[in-house]
């Protein structure tokens, strides 16, 4: 078994008004495959891509009024957030939590294939909405 840092890549994730134009482009720059899902939670639609030992995630809003659309409604298309994988979540969030940094998740959420996520404030992290997610342990 491979031991990761505390945080390593884990993906990048890009919103986008039309999904399925920017899978035909992330497709005719040699990415695939790709798998499809909706994250109701989240209000979105994402694409995942694998990309060396992360990901690129594309997510296109399905709510007007949510977090997403508005983000995209003032930036367009783009970069959303980086995200970071870490061993223990709750415990990567207390620690950054007691080291001043802005959590907008104190506590974990479920994200995409039931993973563990939170974000970071952009604030805390020169501008770049950071997200930090942990994984099940792989089954080998």
Known sequence: ???????AIHHTGVVVADLAAAIAR????GFGPVERAAVPEQAV????????PGYLELIQPTDPDGPIARFHAKRGDGLHHVAYRVPD????LD???AAGVRLIDPTPRRGLHGWR???????????VLTEL???PERQE
């Open 26 to 29: 992330y497709e005719a720059l």
């Open 1 to 7: 078994m491979t031991t990761l840092p505390p945080f």
């Open 89 to 92: 979540i709750q415990a990567a």
């Open 117 to 127: 996520i939170a974000f970071l404030h952009p604030e805390s992290c020169a501008g």
């Open 45 to 52: 639609l994402a694409a995942v891509f694998p990309a060396g």
């Open 95 to 97: 620690r950054l939590g």
């Open 133 to 135: 997610v942990e994984e």
